[in-house]
């Protein structure tokens, strides 16, 4: 089984900075392609930006473009998530995700979620 934790999470001023990072307890990382989803109260889940495998590609929702930035690095088992230039409306909790991608794992395309880190941007 695959577990995920967060941390980086906090209060920060508009227009500040935070690195969210999340820390995988599997076999082999790069097996995985992994994801920073959030959740504002009463709002949707939304994928806030992924990245493959290797990191070699990343996407990310249009209302953090520029201004977050995902990576990896599968020797330690971690994901980041760099957010700069913070606005309220980015007030959430975030999650980290991680998705098999390994071919002959029984758990292919199997979904995996940390519990949260809380962002809170206000002044």
């Known amino acids: 089984q695959v577990q995920l934790v967060e941390s980086g999470g906090g209060l920060v001023q508009p227009g500040g900075s935070l690195r969210l990072s999340c820390a995988a307890s599997?076999?082999?990382?790069?097996?995985?392609?992994a994801n920073w989803y959030r959740q504002a109260p009463g709002k949707e889940r939304e994928l806030v930006a992924g990245?493959?495998?290797?990191?070699?590609?990343?996407n990310y929702a249009d209302s953090v473009k520029g201004r977050f930035t995902i990576s990896r690095d599968n020797a330690k088992n971690t994901v980041t998530l760099q957010m700069n230039s913070l606005k309220p409306e980015d007030t959430a909790v975030y999650y980290c995700?991680?998705?098999?991608?390994?071919?002959?794992?029984?758990?292919?395309?199997?979904?995996?979620w940390g519990k949260g880190t809380l962002v809170t941007v206000s002044s």
């Open positions: 995700n991680a998705v098999d991608k390994s071919p002959i794992s029984a758990y292919y395309g199997q979904n995996y």
């Open positions: 990245i493959t495998l290797f990191g070699s590609s990343t």
């Open positions: 599997v076999f082999t990382f790069s097996n995985y392609a």
